[in-house]
C-alpha cells in the first residue's frame, strides 16, 4: 500500500504562484515514477508533470514553460510549482506514484488539493 498526502492548493489571483507537495508513504520502496494530474469541473482527468527517478520529465503543453516538477527521491516527495497561473488551470491536482514505471493502470492516486485561480 502506498499512500499519497497533498498539500499546498489554494486560492490564487492570475499571473500568481503557487506549490504543491505531495509525500508517499507506507513501506520501504523506492518509486520510479511520480508526478500530477488535474481535473477541472466537467473535464476528463489529463496529465500535468511527471518525473521518474532517471529524471525523465513529462509535461502537459498546456503547462510547459510555467510548471516545474521536482522530487526529493530520498524522502518520497513530489513537488509541483506552478507559475503564471490561470483562471483554466483551476482544477483538482492529484499526485500519483508508479512503483515499477508501468503506467497509469498501476498508479496509486493521492486524495487531491483543490487549486483555483480567480480574481
Known amino acids: 500500500q502506498v499512500q499519497l498526502a497533498e498539500s499546498g492548493g489554494g486560492l490564487v489571483q492570475p499571473g500568481g504562484s503557487l506549490r504543491l507537495s505531495c509525500a508517499a508513504s507506507?513501506?520501504?520502496?523506492?518509486?520510479?515514477?511520480m508526478g500530477w494530474y488535474r481535473q477541472a469541473p466537467g473535464k476528463q482527468r489529463e496529465l500535468v508533470a511527471t518525473?521518474?527517478?532517471?529524471?525523465?520529465?513529462h509535461y502537459a503543453d498546456s503547462v510547459k514553460g510555467r510548471f516545474s516538477i521536482s522530487r526529493d527521491i530520498a524522502r518520497h516527495m513530489v513537488y509541483l510549482e506552478m507559475n503564471n497561473l490561470r483562471p483554466e488551470d483551476t482544477a483538482v491536482y492529484y499526485c500519483?506514484?508508479?512503483?515499477?514505471?508501468?503506467?497509469?493502470?498501476?498508479?496509486?492516486w493521492g486524495q487531491g488539493t483543490q487549486v483555483t485561480v480567480s480574481v
Open positions: 500519483i506514484a508508479d512503483l515499477h514505471g508501468w503506467g497509469p493502470n498501476y498508479y496509486w
Open positions: 518525473r521518474t527517478t532517471a529524471d525523465d520529465t
Open positions: 507506507g513501506g520501504h520502496f523506492r518509486i520510479n515514477t
